[in-house]
């Protein structure tokens, strides 16, 4: 055989290779978060690797970082607008476009993580979520749902509602919502790669953004003294991938059914991720140079209840409004909490 005939061989061979091996779903995923930061890496990469490692690598997840396809904060709104495939991003960011999102971002006196999760995929959780997206032109891919975080990191001792009145505030979600109405704060929501700086720089008192081993490598404890636990503001939290609904039917049945479980995986992986390293960086503050302040039950049961009465507040709203589906989703949600508490007392939890 001449050369040229042989490289030409080679060419096609290689070309039906990879024709062959080609992944059926390619997805440009951007994130809110900066690339190399835990959200990043325990929910939107382990969910690409999980997806590679199901679909035996029909399906290629493409992450990146904050601000390397789109802004942080606009991550829903270029999947909406077919800018990216898909996105990774969090309910709490949508609040103040739809305060039903404040259900599934997780609120002051909501659901902790173990009841959490359970109503999420036992309880209807998920089905609300997928009809809220679908209305919005979107399906909902749940991939994170992470422990408590951290009340605040602050460059001034919290202990009680007076030291809440006119403090700075980097937060989002509804408990910003609940820290302007009921304790006269001043929220500031910035993306979360300018979290440090703002700190730092004492443009802020506080800083609240995720759980403990979240934050510890943002080094939010370097810049700030005082550490407030517990995290009753977020109780727990949801972070979404979510693909436009046009994209998302294009995908072969059986290949969504392998996706799909790649995602549910990753969210009980990703969960108990945090919950190993989160007791690691607790231990690392204890030991270190910061005071670790821990709210009195009192001042942990007021925020609760300003939360539920907030959130049910807003419910009340939407239904006036003419739009009842917040409280029709919050009433079943706090059925599933109340049924949870009402039989806890079986469950041992040290």
Excluded: C
């Excluded at 971002?105 to 809220?132: C, D, K, T, V």
């Excluded at 602050?154 to 820290?179: C, F, H, Q």
């Excluded at 404890?221 to 294009?250: C, K, M, N, S």
């Excluded at 409004?321 to 109340?338: F, R, T």
Aim: charged share 20%; aromatic share 10%.
């Amino acid at each position: 055989m001449k050369t040229k005939q042989w490289l030409s061989s080679v060419v096609a061979a290689i070309a039906l290779f990879s024709q062959v091996h080609a992944a059926e779903v390619e997805w440009r995923v951007p994130t809110s978060v900066p690339g190399g930061s835990p959200f990043y890496e325990n929910f939107l990469e382990r969910f690409s690797r999980n997806t590679e490692i199901l679909t035996s690598g029909r399906a290629n997840i493409r992450p990146f970082g904050a601000g390397v396809i789109v802004p942080a904060l606009q991550v829903y709104d270029a999947v909406k607008e077919g800018t990216v495939e898909a996105g990774h991003s969090t309910p709490s960011y949508l609040v103040n476009q739809n305060p039903i999102n404040a259900i599934f971002a997780g609120f002051p006196g909501g659901m902790g993580p173990q009841s959490y999760i359970n109503w999420i995929y036992e309880g209807g959780g998920q089905e609300a979520l997928r009809e809220l997206r679908a209305s919005e032109g979107l399906h909902s891919l749940i991939v994170g749902i992470g422990s408590t975080e951290v009340f605040a990191h602050s460059n001034v001792p919290i202990n009680g509602p007076e030291d809440l009145d006119g403090l700075k505030y980097r937060t989002s979600g509804p408990w910003a919502e609940v820290m302007r109405e009921y304790y006269n704060a001043v929220p500031t929501v910035v993306p979360p790669g300018d979290t440090y700086t703002l700190l730092q720089r004492k443009g802020v008192d506080a800083v609240e953004w995720a759980t403990p081993s979240s934050n510890y490598p943002e080094g939010f404890h370097e810049a700030a003294r005082y550490i407030i636990v517990p995290g009753v503001h977020q109780p727990t939290f949801l972070w979404e991938v979510v693909v436009r609904q046009e994209t998302w039917d294009q995908v072969p049945d059986d290949l969504k059914q392998l996706i799909e479980s790649a995602a549910k995986l990753t969210t009980y992986e990703g969960l108990s991720s945090f919950y190993h390293n989160d007791l690691i960086a607790m231990e690392n503050y204890r030991e270190g140079r910061n005071e670790v302040i821990s709210l009195d039950e009192a001042f942990v049961g007021e925020l609760a209840e300003n939360g539920r009465s907030w959130i049910t507040a807003r419910a009340a709203e939407e239904s006036e409004a003419g739009n009842p589906d917040m409280e029709e989703i919050l009433k079943d949600y706090q059925e599933y909490q109340s049924r949870w508490n009402s039989q806890k007392d079986y469950l041992i939890t040290n």
